[in-house]
């Protein structure tokens, strides 16, 4: 179920419909795939609020053939539909058999991560790093491609650094290859996340592939979307950490409702114990303190320090979820007074 919709809203480009191959795609606004972040209680929440698609965390290939705990947790999508798992690793054989298995069981959409620019991920020539040997990244494309009998999509960057702007050279041979969307990030690796995403520079790509581009990079705001989509001539947003600590928020960028605040503080509250429920309350009670500090910074920043390490070194679910509900509630309330008085 997802919120209604404000008319004025719909009337966006954002709020249409398109396709990758088959699959159908309600909106244009996509959820980033991030890792420690979009687990499945974060996907199936931006889903019900109005995302037009979500992506799993990166899944390794190599350690989701070799049935790790970890890969198959990210795997899952309870029935999340369409399911986009994103596959990241440096060899083309661990990648076919990664989306083999992806395809089995479920997934509707295989993403190719050529982007991550983190050490650990570059440090073992996955991720962006394989934008500095193109021609080794088009072995891991055709090989995944022709494994699976679904759409294959792929992420990168706009290159390696400023002097290696290669995402259009990929891109094209990218879609020669099979694949059937790409996503770009308007930084190189080395920008990291510093400075601002050069949403112009994701023009060159769209000048050169007639598959469906997603532009991503510094979308908050609605009319960030929209104009991240007039200057990069993209066919859809990509939204990441502009959904930390409200992940309905691809949603609203599509026309959904905002949240009222009241809603907010139930949303956070599901949202912790959905997590608590998916990992165990051990692990899911230390997985959670990012989400609910992200919660806090948003809508409840006059929270005290004390009162703020409470929640976040609190081994207790049931006292973590009081003092994170007495935060928020104080904050709605606060908000709340801000808003009469004015």
Not at 63 to 84: C, F, I, N, Y
Not at 122 to 139: E, N, V
């Amino acid at each position: 179920m997802v919120c209604p919709k404000d008319n004025h809203l719909l009337s966006s480009k954002l709020a249409a419909p398109f396709s990758i191959g088959s699959v159908s795609i309600r909106n244009r606004v996509i959820l980033a795939p991030m890792s420690g972040v979009t687990d499945l209680p974060f996907r199936q929440l931006a889903l019900r609020y109005g995302a037009g698609l979500v992506v799993t965390e990166m899944v390794a290939s190599r350690e989701l053939v070799q049935d790790t705990a970890e890969s198959w947790a990210r795997l899952r999508s309870a029935g999340l539909k369409p399911h986009m798992v994103q596959l990241a690793g440096r060899e083309a054989h661990w990648m076919a058999e990664a989306a083999k298995i992806a395809a089995d069981n479920g997934a509707d959409i295989i993403d190719i991560n050529m982007g991550c620019p983190a050490k650990k991920v570059i440090g073992g020539y996955s991720g962006s790093a394989l934008m500095r040997d193109p021609d080794h990244a088009l072995t891991l494309i055709e090989a995944t491609v022709g494994a699976v009998n679904i759409p294959v999509t792929l992420k990168m960057r706009l290159g390696w650094d400023e002097n290696t702007i290669n995402a259009p050279h990929i891109a094209r041979r990218a879609e020669e290859a099979g694949i059937q969307l790409v996503t770009i990030h308007g930084r190189t690796r080395m920008q990291f996340y510093e400075g601002r995403a050069d949403w112009d520079a994701i023009r060159a790509v769209s000048d050169v592939v007639s598959i469906p581009l997603v532009a991503n990079g510094d979308v908050e705001t609605i009319e960030d979307a929209e104009e991240i989509l007039r200057r990069s001539g993209a066919d859809a947003v990509m939204i990441g950490r502009g959904c930390q600590g409200r992940p309905w928020h691809a949603g609203v960028l599509a026309g959904h409702r905002e949240p009222g605040r009241e809603e907010i503080v139930e949303i956070a509250l599901e949202h912790y114990r959905m997590m608590l429920e998916f990992y165990g309350e051990a692990v899911g009670i230390r997985h959670a303190r990012k989400h609910l500090a992200w919660y806090l910074d948003r809508y409840a920043p006059a929270t005290t320090g004390a009162d703020k390490a409470k929640i976040m070194t609190s081994k207790e679910s049931g006292e973590v979820a009081a003092s994170f509900h007495a935060a928020l509630q104080a904050g709605a309330d606060l908000a709340q007074c801000v808003q009469e008085a004015a």
